[in-house]
Each structure stands twice: as C-alpha cells, then as structure tokens.
C-alpha cells in the first residue's frame, strides 16, 4: 500500500484517487496531468494489508483539500462500512467509481443458476445506496471526479444543442442514445426569435445548426435565444473556431452570454488550436468545456446519475407497512415446517400458499399423483387448463419438457399427464415426480410477463429484484435491484428503470399495465423478507402483469436454517 500526496497542478479544483492496481493508479495520474486536474492525494491499496475502501473514504472526506473522491476496484468487500462511510463522504464530496462489470456469458451464469441474480445490477444498487456514480471506464474516473468537483447543478435532462458548424450538432443527438439525457423540444417563440436570426442555409430545429453566423453577433444573440428556452434545463454550445477571425475576440461574444445563466451550460471548442485559445475564458466564466461532444454527454450523464442518486436517498425512509389481509404467523410456521424437514427448495404450490397469506395474488394450482386425480382437478378449475410436473430435483420445469399449455379436455389432459412423466423420466432419471401441478390457462395476451423475488446476498443482505421476463428478458436482460428500505416511491422507481417500462405504458391499442398492483406485489415481497429469516431466495416466474392487474403463474421459495 502507497499513500502520498499527489505532484499539484495549478488548478483550483483537488480530486483523490483511490485504486487497488498501482499500474492503473499510474495511469490515472498521467491522465489527470493530461487534463490539467489536481490531485490532493494518490492512495494504492493492497487488500492483503487489511486497509478497506471505507477507511480511506473517511480519512479523506475531512480533507478540506479534496473536492472530489475517484475510486478504481475490482470488488467490494465490506459493504456494510462502505454504506457507512459514503454517508459521512456523499453529503460534502462526490465519489466517483469504477469496477469491471461482468462478462456477458458469466451474467448468464450467474442468471441460470442463481434465479435471474445479476452482479452488475446489484452493484448497481449498493453505488445508488451510497451515492456514488459509477462510470464506464478507468479514464472516465478522472474526468467525472473533476467535473463533479465543480459540484454543477442541472434542473433536468432536456438538452438544447446549439452548433455554429454544420454536422456536429447530430454527433452530439447521436451520443445521447441510450443515456439519461433527452433533445429539448424548443418553444415555439424560441424557433420564431432563431429564424429571425438564422442565414437561409441554417436549420431551424433542434439541434440548432447556426452555420454561417459562427463569426457574428448573430451567433452569440442565438445562444442568448436558448438560454432563454423554457424548454431546455441544459445548454450545449458546439463551437468550431472560423478561420478568419480572432479567436477570443468571437468566443468572448457568446461566453458573455452564458455567463450569467442559471442553466447548466456546457461548451465543446473544436480543434486543438481553439481549445487552448478558448477554454482559459470558459474556465474564468464557470463554464464546463470539452473538446468533444461524446465527452460533453457523458459528463452530463454521469451528473444526471448523481443527481438521481440524490433524488433516491433523499426520499423518506419508510418502510412498507404490513396490509390487515397478510397472515405473517401462518407463513412462519409453514417455513419453519420446511427448514425442519431439511427441504431447501418448496414445491410449487406450498410456494404459492405462503404468497397467497401475504395476499399476493396467486393462479389457483391443485396437485394430482395420477392421470384421474389431474383430470379431476382439470374439471374443477375449468378447462383450458396447464400441467406441470411436480419435483424437489427439478428447478427448472421448462428445460425438462415439464409444462404443457392449451390443455382443452380430458383426452389432451390425459395425453400431457403421460408426456410429462416420460419426459421427466428421460430428462431427469433420478428425480422424483410424485404428480403434476393443475392450474388454469390464463389469457396473457394483454398482460407483460416480469419477474418478481428477493434474495439474501451474503455480502449485501437482503435485496429486491424486478426483471422482463419470457423470451424478451433473456433477450435484453433487463434487471434491477433495489436495498431496504423499501417504499412505494422506490417501487416505482424500479419499474420504470426497465427497458420495457415504455410499452408497458401503453402502445398503440394495447392498454397500459396496473402499476399499482405491481407496486403491490413488490412491497408485500418486501415485507416477506422482512419478516422471515428463513426465506433465502423467493422468485415469482413468471409474475404476469396487465391492465387488470397481477397474478403469480409459478413461484419458488428457497429457505434456510437460521441460527
């Protein structure tokens, strides 16, 4: 382990750099001093000697030297002090850090046999507890903690992208893809004062093309336009030096106007000539400036993942407070009766049961040993029907041939019965199948297939997940976890970081989904692993979710013994 006070460059702003690699740490210093960025102290750890991430985090948050705090792990250990001392260190500086994220064919893995688990997504989760930004990469530590050091404020994510060069304005729009930020949509008073103003081969659109007005008073009175948008909480000023004329002189007409916004305004100078010649008077003016428009974004993004962070941590903590329908003392004996019998995974339908006294809603499921009881039960629920095979060794019935839907009538009830043994039988010859589960087809073409569950992680504790389910969710793997506590805000939080929370708002003619009820089933999943100990993982696969609200098609709750 090194600890040493960092060579200063002559900038106002320090960062701290905290990494475990000292040939990364080295590697960020040189990238500091490329950007010009202080560094009030360079720490490499080695694990081996004992120090935690937590204790540096705490000796430097009360360094008044250090304005921003940029991290680089491969893991983290003690999460539990980690949470501690990024609470004393978030409120006053922000933290910046960077883990690898894991390979795409380990997440599957990981997601075939841990029930839909995602170490990136629950990494995700404790940096969002924590207040830390996460970036993409190791270079990205240095340019996020010195921008962040300026502790800039944004009021939202619409972005009005002003250029004076054509084609750079679309590079810009192009970077913001599949980040936090969204092209402002310009007022109509706005476009009529650019028109005004706008040469007859300039664009009146967002982004706003200003070519052939980059030398003039033109181009500086369109920024002013802009800044003035009701619209836009950020302004991007892409600026490309002309040739012909002074540099500073033409930069001074539009900076001036910048100067005094109380918008978020970010600047990018083109060309390695205007940028040096430029960025000493946007630096005196407290504007943010790059020499890209990829890097313009990404900043942006990493400062809306900070502000949303902010947004998480400061909502109440309250936790979800129990429903007068749920019976807690009956799922604890019903758990309690597992863990003494030594099963570790409940079948299908004792799943549902401890669900159902939580009051989460469940598909009605009857078990059948034979091929008359199945045709019994078939009768009673009313046809069409599903049957699945029922057994402590199989955890994943599809993979064996195990389901069989659209059963219609006694003959095809028959038929799957027997399909479903021998299926059993030739995948999973020493299983035991005592029957099938019978349960009624549900009509699913308006409804989303989401998966719900909880688990305890051994280093993390409990956590709530969310994820797409079906073909689309093996597709997108699109999962989000969530730390306590848990509320209705968070809840909703979680549903609408999917990738499909877009069309499960409605699209076309297809009805938006019953949020509430999803809520719903999340919280009282909350409140089940709140109040048992002894649930280690629950999952709810498929959780079906329409505009007429939820229900659990299969469930499976795994427990343990507790000391």
């Known amino acids: 382990m090194s600890i040493r006070c960092a060579e200063r460059v002559p900038v106002a702003k320090q960062i701290a750099l905290i990494s475990e690699s000292a040939v990364l740490c080295d ?131 619409r972005v009005a992208i002003i250029a004076n060069a054509s084609g750079i304005g679309r590079v810009a729009v192009e970077a913001m893809q599949d980040r936090r930020s969204v092209l402002a949509e310009l007022e109509p008073c706005t476009i009529e004062s650019l028109k005004r103003l706008l040469p007859e081969h300039g664009e009146i659109a967002s982004p706003f093309d200003g070519t052939g007005c980059s030398a003039s008073q033109r181009f500086a009175d369109a920024v002013g336009c802009v800044l003035e948008d009701g619209n836009a909480d950020v302004v991007l000023v892409l600026w490309s030096p002309p040739a012909s004329t002074e540099l500073r002189e033409a930069a001074t007409l539009w900076i001036d106007r ?186 699913s073409r308006d409804a989303f297939e989401l998966i719900v569950g909880g688990f305890r992680d051994p280093a993390m504790g409990p956590m709530l997940m969310l994820a797409t389910g079906g073909i689309a969710g093996e597709a997108l793997h699109d999962t989000v976890f969530e730390l306590p506590p848990w509320n209705t805000p968070v809840a909703r939080g979680m549903i609408r970081s999917l990738k499909i929370w877009p069309l499960m708002q409605g699209v076309r003619n297809r009805a938006a989904i019953d949020v509430d009820s999803l809520v719903d089933v999340m919280l009282r999943t909350a409140q089940m692993l709140t109040d048992c100990p002894e649930i280690r993982q629950l999952t709810m696969n498929p959780l079906l979710v329409s505009p007429h609200g939820a229900v659990a098609l299969d469930a499976r709750i795994h427990v343990r013994r507790v000391a």
């Open 258 to 443: 910048c100067r005094d916004s109380t918008k978020l305004v970010l600047a990018v100078v083109m060309g390695e000539a205007g940028a040096t010649a430029v960025e000493p008077l946007l630096q005196a003016a407290g504007i943010a400036s790059f020499r890209s428009p990829q890097q313009a974004i990404m900043a942006l993004d990493y400062l809306l993942q900070q502000r949303g962070h902010r947004e998480y941590l400061d909502q109440p903590a309250r936790s979800y407070q129990l429903r007068s329908d749920c019976s807690p003392l009956i799922v604890q004996q019903t758990l309690s009766d597992a863990v003494r019998d030594s099963i570790e995974t409940m079948a299908e339908d004792a799943s549902k049961r401890v669900l159902s006294a939580y009051g989460i809603p469940v598909a009605e499921s009857l078990r059948a040993g034979s091929i008359d009881e199945a045709v019994a039960c078939a009768e009673v629920l009313r046809y069409p029907v599903v049957l699945k095979i029922v057994s402590q060794q199989i955890a994943h019935k599809t993979d064996v041939g195990g389901v069989a839907l659209h059963l219609h009538d006694a003959s095809e009830v028959r038929a799957a019965f027997c399909g479903l043994m021998r299926s059993a039988r030739q995948h999973a010859p020493d299983a035991i199948v005592p029957g099938v589960t019978v349960q009624p087809m549900i009509d």
């Open 27 to 157: 590697s960020l210093v040189d990238r500091a001093r490329q950007r010009s960025v202080g560094l009030s102290h360079v720490v490499s750890v080695d694990k081996v000697l004992g120090a935690t991430l937590a204790d540096f985090l705490l000796r430097i948050a009360a360094d008044p030297e250090t304005d921003a705090i940029g991290i680089c792990v491969d893991s983290i250990d003690d999460v539990e002090a980690l949470i501690e001392a990024a609470g004393e260190c978030c409120g006053r500086k922000p933290i910046v850090i960077y883990t690898p994220r894991t390979f795409e064919s380990s997440a599957r893995n990981i997601l075939r046999e841990g029930g839909w688990l995602d170490r990136d997504r629950m990494d995700d989760a404790l940096f969002r507890k924590c207040g830390m930004v996460r970036v993409a990469a190791p270079d990205d530590v240095v340019d996020a903690a010195a921008f962040l050091s300026r502790k800039p404020r944004v009021s939202g994510a």
